[in-house]
């Protein structure tokens, strides 16, 4: 906190002092409570501290700011604190209540919050916080689709081109209820479409608590086989006619037509399979071998040698070492090699991939491991999740390049052609398999 810092409103203020009170351990408590001001002081050594912050909201502009800020303390801090009240803990567990109800009960908060900010509340505090967040918890999921368009229509605003889809459907009481969700944001897709592969990968996973439903995302790969999130969207489930729709809008947003010359990675959801072969027609649709060994592990536990069996037939250079691997695993067991021949291991083998499909994967680990970052997210409320979702996404893409340029400086490689394709608008080039050495 500093003297002229400047905030939306009164309660990220607040929200800010808070951090500060549970970072530092010290008595504060709020003395001004008005309409346009607010100010802390701290309680502590018998009230002989001095420290003290106050905010006021500024008539000539619509921000608030710290006018007053004298930050000397003569306390030591000893786990008491009066700004520490029902609310405020309310809101610092909200997202854990939310997510493990049952295991954020008040004796639970009241440890926490001593391991963990040295701070003591009583259980009556703890009881009340509890109570107080369930409730928000509970009108949260009706506010959150009302604020949904909104949500939608900012984006349209901030960022022109993009494409956000609504769909509703009447409830019994004549009600709009959320059907689903989709985005995709326009500099993502133009993006996409001029630097990366022509390769999407799609994956669902599902939402937790009150928002029941799946997250389903498409990702590309850019230049540097880098995970490039091109756009998302939220259903109540996963079916064919909900997978219909996002690969509708994916084949009008990123313009694939028939989806001749693109592939799509998936694992094996069946309504998934179904909307691609209706609405990309001539996409390549590889699956994912890491699926296909998942369901195979279920009903052949005890085979060890199955994983890299598998593995080897999946990475299979040319039809020759297919047939020797396939053969291999024939050999291995029967019933095995039955159960991958009903699998087609012609759609996830290497050897049967186009040659000019730029990419090699034989799984779809990267929209996986992006479904693992945003693990974190999927207990949020839901515009607060697409909200992360959206960042993460910035993030990814951003973080990302700035790491490997750096990486690239260090390897003493002379240039490295496809590290620039972003700034220069340049669209990768087939370089066959050796990508990872260029
Ligand atoms: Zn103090």
New binding site residues.
Partial sequence: MYKGQSFYNGITFKECVTDYALATG??LKQYRYDRDRIGFR?V??KGK?Q?KVYAASLHNESMWRITKYTNT???VPNGECEMFKVPVIARLFLDKIREEPDYYMPLKMEQTIMEKWKISATRGQCQAARRKALAWIASEYDTQFERLRDYGAEILEANQGSVVEIDTVKNDAGHDVFKRFYVCFDVLRKTWKKTCRPLIGVDGCFLKEKIKGQLLVALGRDADNAIYPIAWSVVQVENTDNWSWFVNRLKIDLELGDGDGYIMVSDRQKGLIKAVELELPKIEHRKCVRHIYGNLKKTHPDKKQLKKLLWDLAWSYNTRDYEERLERIHAYDSKVYEDVMKTKPKTWCRAFHKIDSYCEDVENNSVESFNNTINKVREKPFVAMLETVRRLAMVRIGGFRFKREEEVVGSGFKCYPVINCFHTGLRWVSIGFTNKTV
Wanted: aromatic residues 10%; glycine residues 10%.
């Fill in positions: 010290c008595n701290c502590g050594a501290c420290w303390h003569v306390c």
